[in-house]
């Protein structure tokens, strides 16, 4: 009698690939200057809110690879799917129950914070299933981080506030111009650059506040930033130029963090911290690939 072949665990490196967990702190600075916008959170609110981003960030990652596993079949073989390293039935598994324990995360916090929660994990769904083709795809990209910073608002006031309103829709445009760099990835190659105006919407929003010098210093850090990747775009001076453009672009997040928690009168440190994030993010791309 032949033996039963047993499943094979997939490897670690494929799991990490899949959550594209190189790019969470940027997800971790998000929640620490949407907290900060609304006033400041307890440790227990904080690490909630942390603990649910992070499992709604890696979930969506893994829904996104299961919703496109025919069209990587065909235009991207090396993905975990279409290689074969992970059966399509077990990336839907762990990504639909990471974004169930993303909402369960968030009960603790409130009926309202649930409620984000629920509305989040639905905004990432909607991505994953529909972005292919879709126009308007950035923008609900940008809607589901705009999402992490009005769930931290709900969750520690039980409200919406102006500041993380603005906050929310600054970012929200930020991310919708990485996503349009994004889309064109897989070409090595950027069509019409004006979608990546967006990008300026944080340095708009913090315009009122650039009065103080922190919030001088994140918007230098920022425009920065965003300036190489848009040189990278227009140029492409190296080989692979838009892809090393996005993942500096997705990095750069964090420094729209950081800009949001000094306009928001926030202390130094944690602007630090978010700013520390942008390095830190670009050193994990290297080892898991960020896109």
Not at 199 to 207: Q, R, Y
Request: a positive charge.
């Amino acid at each position: 009698m032949s033996a039963i072949a047993k499943p094979m665990m997939p490897a670690w490196s494929t799991l990490l690939r899949l959550g594209r967990v190189s790019n969470l702190p940027t997800v971790w600075t998000n929640v620490a200057a949407g907290t900060v916008i609304a006033g400041g959170a307890s440790a227990n609110q904080f690490t909630l809110m942390l603990a649910a981003m992070t499992a709604f960030y890696i979930g969506g990652m893994y829904l996104n690879d299961f919703f496109d596993r025919a069209l990587d079949a065909r235009e991207r073989p090396g993905r975990p799917i279409a290689s074969g390293e992970i059966s399509a039935a077990a990336v839907s598994i762990i990504g639909f129950g990471l974004l169930a324990a993303g909402v369960l995360l968030m009960m603790p916090l409130g009926p309202a914070a649930a409620a984000c929660g629920a509305i989040l994990a639905a905004t990432i769904l909607l991505y994953d299933v529909w972005h292919k083709g879709n126009a308007i795809s950035p923008i609900v990209m940008g809607l589901c981080r705009a999402m992490v910073y009005v769930s931290a608002c709900v969750a520690v006031t039980g409200s919406l506030s102006k500041a993380a309103l603005i906050g929310a829709l600054a970012l929200a445009f930020h991310v919708a111009g990485i996503t349009y760099a994004a889309k064109q990835e897989g070409l090595d190659r950027v069509g019409k650059l004006w979608p990546l105006l967006m990008l300026s919407a944080p340095l708009v929003a913090a315009l009122p506040a650039a009065t103080a010098w922190p919030v001088l210093a994140a918007m230098v850090l920022l425009l920065a930033a965003d300036a190489r990747a848009i040189h990278l775009l227009a140029a492409k001076p190296v080989p692979g130029a838009v892809p090393l453009a996005v993942s500096g672009l997705i990095a750069a997040i964090c420094l729209v963090d950081a800009l949001a928690v000094t306009a928001a009168g926030g202390h130094i440190a944690i602007a630090a911290a978010c700013v520390l994030g942008y390095p830190l993010t670009r050193l994990f791309q290297k080892i898991v690939p960020g896109t």
